[in-house]
């Protein structure tokens, strides 16, 4: 089956930018989605992108999709304390709807 | 802006007992869905609804599991039951289109004891 995974930890200075990984299996044409986790809370999307696409941009937020690798990203441009969370890759099913989600990754900002 | 709403926000049970998760999905939507998340584990797909039917479920949607819509708000999820290892976190999610984005509302924690 589908397999989507995160690398677990990432660590930047308030004001760098911050990239986040995820690598999937399944290379069937589909939306793929960013959540947002903050402690205790539900998750939040952030943004998404369908297949045929490389990249969107989103205010501070730029995702990009290598296709040929299966590999998809979030960069947070001038990351902020408030961005601080668990952030969720997650890809949408062959035929159904079912989204398959990476293990999240948890993303610190320091001061 | 519109958002799903879940009830209660955390749960304990004792275990073998009847729980009832409660979700409100975004009006419009009408396509349904619930995931849940063991602590420390990934978030897994449960079920997915529309037109009053299960559309796809996931091998742990096993007869333990069941969904209704009982009215036109209301989007729930039975476990008849319980076992220590349905405690988790469970999400409910809408999508105005099958194919299309997921909303998720804030999350039932579930404590089986």
């Known amino acids: 089956g589908e397999d989507v995974e995160q690398s677990l930890f990432l660590s930047v200075r308030e004001g760098d930018s911050s990239v986040i990984n995820c690598t999937y299996t399944?290379?069937?044409?589909?939306?793929l989605y960013w959540y947002k986790q903050e402690p205790g809370a539900g998750l939040q999307l952030l943004t998404y992108?369908?297949?045929?696409?490389d990249m969107k941009q989103d205010q501070r937020l730029t995702v990009l999709l290598n296709k040929k690798d299966k590999h998809l990203s979030l960069r947070i441009a001038d990351t902020q304390t408030g961005d601080s969370a668990i952030y969720f890759c997650?890809?949408?099913?062959?035929?159904?709807?079912?989204?398959?989600f990476g293990g999240g990754t948890r993303l610190m900002v320091k001061p | 802006e519109p958002e799903v709403t879940q009830t209660p926000s955390h749960q304990v049970t004792q275990m073998g007992q009847e729980v009832i998760l409660r979700c409100v999905p975004i009006?419009?939507?009408?396509?349904f869905y619930w995931y849940r998340q063991i602590l420390g584990q990934k978030v897994e797909f449960l079920v997915s609804?529309?037109?009053?039917?299960?559309?796809?479920k996931s091998e742990i949607f096993d007869d333990q599991f069941s969904v209704e819509r009982p009215d036109g708000s209301n989007f729930t999820l039975k476990i008849r039951s319980t076992k220590l290892e349905d405690s988790a976190m469970y999400f409910c999610?809408?999508?105005?289109?099958?194919?299309?984005?997921?909303?998720f509302g804030p999350g039932t924690r579930l404590t089986v004891l």
């Open positions: 399944d290379s069937s044409s589909t939306y």
């Open positions: 609804f529309y037109n009053n039917e299960i559309s796809e």
């Open positions: 997650a890809k949408g099913g062959n035929a159904g709807n079912m989204l398959t």
């Open positions: 999610a809408s999508s105005e289109l099958g194919p299309d984005t997921q909303y």
């Open positions: 992108i369908f297949s045929n696409m």
């Open positions: 009006s419009n939507h009408l396509y």
